[in-house]
């Protein structure tokens, strides 16, 4: 009986993350017109916590050591508390197009963070790809401008997002190889959550006003974009570098596009569905590898007594 391939593991968790932060722009969408950006961020935090918290005592996975705290600590002020918070506000100042193409300067972020404080490699075909994806969600971004106002406010909430988000990434990964991705994950979104307190009295008035669609949208924001795919991301993240995983996160704007279709009867134009091919195509080039290092690595699991043994 043939053994399961544990390498690609990291990748379908990857997989499960995108689709699910993918499918995340079209909940918010929904809950966005009934909730005000720090309810609707508490409400999300709230109903993540209360999964995670429950796998924890599930899966007896106790207090991460003191040495992943920090990490911890950091990535839950700026990801999971203030981008939430920051986004769901400034998404409401700009138009899609715009929100697009600021918060898309994320993963480039994380590259240069992760190789200044990470050490992470900057390989040509990381770039390359980065560079193709960050085109296509350019080429995106200006097909959907114009449907809303924008605003300076709001350019600047998005680039706030876009530096919480790539500051939470690069302070995540050493507390990885600490503490379980579910204890980053769970502790991380806890963090959020207090942070997120002050918008309780908001988060009460407006849900006792909301239609039960914009609820649910809310919980299922907490529950599967927040808490399953989050605790993926940590999972893959844990296995590969912070500047591969965020050049990753380019084909969200691809399946946003293709979700808008099929779940709202948003149509795509051309250049929309042109930028979105460019998006895969740019991260499928930055998560390829080398023919040369493929090579070198099968020979290496395969003899590896000739390989390191002394010239």
């Not at 600590?73 to 100042?93: M, R």
Request: net charge positive; aromatic share 6%; glycine share 12%.
């Amino acid at each position: 009986m043939k053994k399961p391939d544990h390498r690609l593991l990291p990748v379908a968790a990857a997989a499960v993350t995108v689709v699910l932060w993918a499918s995340a722009f079209v909940s918010i969408r929904s809950a966005g017109g009934s909730y005000s950006p720090g309810a609707l961020a508490l409400g999300r935090l709230l109903s993540g916590s209360l999964v995670l918290g429950l796998l924890c005592l599930v899966r007896r996975e106790g207090l991460p050591p003191r040495s992943a705290w920090r990490g911890i600590a950091i990535s839950g002020v700026l990801w999971f508390g203030f981008y939430s918070v920051v986004l769901n506000w400034g998404e409401q100042q700009v138009d899609a197009g715009t929100a697009a193409l600021v918060v898309n300067i994320g993963p480039i972020l994380i590259a240069l963070l992760g190789a200044r404080l990470l050490g992470d490699p900057m390989p040509p075909r990381l770039l390359a790809g980065m560079a193709v994806s960050f085109a296509g969600a350019v080429t995106v971004g200006l097909s959907m401008s114009g449907e809303g106002g924008s605003s300076v406010l709001g350019v600047v909430l998005c680039l706030l997002a876009a530096v919480a988000y790539a500051g939470g990434v690069v302070a995540q990964k050493p507390a990885l190889g600490r503490a379980s991705a579910l204890q980053v994950t769970t502790f991380g979104c806890l963090i959020g959550a207090v942070l997120c307190l002050p918008f309780t009295g908001q988060l009460v008035g407006e849900a006792a006003d909301a239609p039960l669609t914009a609820t649910l949208n809310m919980l299922y924001l907490g529950v599967f974009p927040l808490a399953l795919a989050f605790t993926t991301w940590a999972y893959a993240l844990a296995r590969t570098t912070a500047s591969r995983m965020g050049a990753t996160t380019y084909a969200v704007p691809a399946l946003v596009v293709l979700m808008s279709w099929l779940a709202l009867g948003e149509v795509p134009g051309a250049l929309t569905l042109a930028g979105g091919v460019l998006c895969l195509a740019g991260v499928a080039v930055s998560r390829s590898r080398a023919r040369t290092s493929r090579v070198v690595a099968a020979a290496q699991e395969t003899r590896p007594e000739e390989i390191r043994k002394p010239a």
